[in-house]
């Protein structure tokens, strides 16, 4: 089936620094993946939508200065934390959609990265 | 516009209990409605499917039924295990207005002792 990685798994690291976090689907094209983050006990909220080849649509809250998003192949996509500060610390999950079969599941999940800022 | 309902946790269950976690939508048009699944420290996974009403999705003993008279998708599993305790996810997705992006309901967490 179709896999999603994503990298790290967990990366702790001091205040200020900047964070980034890739996103691959190893056995298929992925022309739009999308970023969650997701707070302790609460569900997932969609950070943006990231289309290959073109800037990525923030949802409304979303600094997009503070969270770069990079969709340069129809493989990879990164999320960039830039000057992380604890309250930036959260468990951030990709997705990507796989286009020659939109109809069997919307979106395919990585397994999440763990961003902790000290 | 589009949004998921489900019952509000923690749910905690011993084993060989049944489950029901209940899971209601509002949407426009027709969507897909699914369950996801997520392990301890681990990304989302589906569970189940379904794409049409009357639509029965099932996987490793969990089923939901499509109900559009009732607007619901409610998970359940006749004899659950410690190994399902999870947090589980009731979302919809309506790909003819916004192209596979998925609503998420806010997840039930399920534990269940031995």
């Known amino acids: 089936g179709a896999v999603v990685s994503q990298h790290p798994s967990w990366v702790i690291c001091k205040s200020g620094t900047s964070v980034k976090i890739e996103c691959r689907s190893l056995d298929f094209q992925a022309t739009t993946m999308f970023w969650y983050r997701q707070f302790p006990k609460q569900s997932l909220m969609l950070m943006a939508t990231?289309?290959?080849?073109?800037?990525?649509?923030?949802e409304q809250g979303v600094e997009k200065d503070k969270f770069l998003i990079n969709h340069a192949s129809l493989t990879l996509s990164t999320l960039t934390v830039t000057s992380a500060h604890p309250e930036d610390s959260s468990f951030y999950i990709c997705?990507?959609?796989?286009?020659?079969?939109?109809?069997?599941?919307?979106?395919?999940f990585g397994d999440g990265t763990r961003l902790s800022i000290l | 516009g589009n949004s998921v309902t489900q019952m509000e946790g923690p749910v905690t269950l011993s084993e060989e209990a049944f489950l029901t976690i209940n899971c209601t939508y509002t949407?426009?048009?027709?969507?897909?409605l699914f369950w996801y699944v997520q392990y301890p420290g681990e990304g989302l996974q589906l569970l189940l499917k379904a794409t049409k009403a009357d639509d029965k999705g099932s996987n490793k003993g969990f089923e939901a039924t499509y109900r559009k008279e009732t607007t619901s998708f409610h998970l359940e599993k006749g004899s659950v295990q410690v190994s399902d305790s999870a947090v589980y996810f009731c979302a919809l997705s309506n790909y003819g207005g916004s192209q596979g992006n998925l609503i998420f309901g806010k997840g039930t967490k399920l534990s269940v002792k031995p």
């Open positions: 949407a426009t048009g027709y969507p897909s």
């Open positions: 990231s289309n290959e080849g073109s800037k990525a649509t923030y």
């Open positions: 997705s990507a959609r796989d286009l020659q079969v939109l109809s069997n599941q919307p979106q395919h």
